[in-house]
């Protein structure tokens, strides 16, 4: 198998769409380029008295638009190939689906179960000073998000840190996936799940693309496997047998399982609650591999766990005839190529993890704008639906009961308004891609690459050099 090198991968990618665009070469080498690349190493006094040295990077992509984005991630798989590709990829992804961001990532390289919530406590700070000091954070500079390893816990110690060395009205907005009370957003930690529901639920409604796949329209009775049930994995899951569709397979780190005849998600969760992992599951069956499950009869895979996960190896066995990246980066480009030419439609993730990054742009709002979405409007818009159906119940000498009321004179309050904004930003963006895909003849992830790039060349294009 060739060596995978993940930025390389994504600028394979980014190479092959920039050739349907008419972008001149040297403003495509200036989008590709990774502009600011930080390497961290600070110290750590471990509970047990002994002094770590820790390593750390963020790198900001692409500042064609500020503040930069992107999550941080907590795995020894981080380093600084890795973290340029992440970056890169969230230029790319916030730019498909109209977030107006340039690209970030960070990630420190600690495998997290070997540290205390007090020193990971300690390590998240630390790091934190660092991005203060070098200028890598704040809210209209550069803000983090949760990403592998990472969740509001992390980000409530990001905030806390930031404010206590700046004097920022906006501290809030420095960092996105925080904690409520932290002024995070209703639905941020659903966010990237449901967007992945959402972009499978639109690619499943549209009748000709399914004809082409020898799929029936719709989600209903549509059996997948999902790899990974962390907060990504989970989320999409959940979503996605609410919408109707089976859950037949699963992998984990320790083990995979599967049963033709569905998993239930809430069991199986308990299991993996009490026994710290899924192995020895046994209503469904434990397969010789934590990935032979990849290769198992679906209709759609989600691998929604980490980068190169469908790669040369197991491509040519795999039978779901959708690839719904969830993860970011799971299907190396060789991968990508075999399943194309098995047929298979590939949701990329340089769209379809984009729920998150879009809910954190919610979150960023609402914490510049100093005011809960809803807020101003809930009431009145109840008011509202409460004098038309009135007049409706005088013109039709209908009544209605208190409970139809409630239902159809309810006004939006945050998470009915985030939901909607991430509805409609995953609907729009598909069919965008969609469009662009049949136009050139080419595949979902060209048609995103080719949409970002269109969209960011613009900007670079009017910019201009300084000095
Ligand atoms: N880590 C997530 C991603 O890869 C979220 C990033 C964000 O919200 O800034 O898209």
């Not at 930069?68 to 990829?89: C, D, F, P, Q, W």
């Not at 070997?114 to 406590?121: A, C, L, P």
């Not at 818009?381 to 039709?396: F, G, P």
Request: with cysteine; proline share 3%; charged share 25%.
């Amino acid at each position: 198998m060739s060596e995978y090198k993940f930025f390389e991968q994504v600028n394979k990618a980014f190479d092959k769409a920039a050739a349907y665009t008419k972008i001149d070469k040297g403003l495509l080498d200036q989008m590709k380029i990774c502009n600011n690349v930080l390497h961290v190493t600070f110290p750590i006094e471990r509970d047990n008295g002994t002094i770590e040295v820790i390593e750390g990077w963020r790198v900001e992509h692409s500042h064609h638009k500020l503040p930069t984005k992107g999550g941080i991630r907590y795995s020894m798989s981080v380093n600084e190939n890795e973290t340029m590709a992440l970056a890169a990829l969230m230029t790319y992804k916030c730019a498909a689906v109209d977030v107006p961001f340039g690209g970030a990532k960070g990630g420190i390289k600690i495998d997290k179960s070997k540290y205390s919530d007090r020193e990971i406590e300690k390590i998240t700070r630390r790091y934190t000073y660092e991005l203060v000091r070098k200028n890598f954070i704040g809210p209209g500079i550069d803000v983090p998000a949760p990403d592998y390893g990472t969740g509001a816990r992390e980000m409530g110690w990001i905030l806390d840190t930031y404010r206590q060395i700046t004097n920022d009205i906006n501290a809030e907005g420095c960092v996105t996936g925080k904690p409520i009370a932290q002024g995070g957003i209703r639905g941020r930690t659903e966010a990237t799940g449901r967007g992945v529901y959402f972009g499978v639920r639109e690619a499943l409604s549209n009748a000709e693309d399914m004809k082409e796949l020898g799929l029936e329209p719709g989600i209903e009775g549509k059996k997948f496997v999902v790899q990974g049930l962390g907060n990504v994995g989970y989320y999409a899951a959940k979503f996605m047998i609410e919408g109707g569709a089976v859950m037949v397979g699963v992998a984990e780190i320790d083990a995979s399982v599967y049963n033709p005849d569905g998993i239930d998600l809430a069991d199986l969760m308990s299991f993996k609650m009490e026994n710290g992992g899924i192995k020895g599951y046994d209503k469904a069956t434990t397969l010789a591999t934590n990935k032979q499950v990849l290769e198992m009869e679906c209709d759609i895979l989600i691998p929604a766990a980490l980068e190169n996960q469908l790669n040369e190896g197991n491509a040519p066995n795999i039978k779901a005839k959708i690839i719904a990246e969830a993860a970011n980066g799971p299907t190396t480009s060789e991968a990508h190529t075999i399943l194309k030419e098995k047929g298979a439609l590939i949701i990329p993730d340089n769209y379809l993890n984009a729920g998150g990054v879009t809910v954190s742009y919610f979150e960023w709002l609402k914490n510049i704008q100093h005011v809960r979405f809803g807020r101003m409007g809930k009431r009145f818009e109840e008011n509202s639906y409460k004098k038309i159906l009135s007049v409706i119940e005088t013109i039709s000498e209908r009544t209605f009961s208190q409970k139809e009321l409630l239902h159809l004179a309810k006004g939006g309050g945050e998470e009915d308004l985030v939901d909607s904004g991430l509805e409609e930003t995953m609907i729009t963006a598909y069919n965008q891609i969609n469009e662009i895909r049949k136009i050139h003849n080419v595949d979902l992830r060209t048609g995103a690459f080719i949409s970002a790039i269109e969209k960011v060349g613009l900007i670079y294009g009017q910019m201009g050099i300084f000095p």
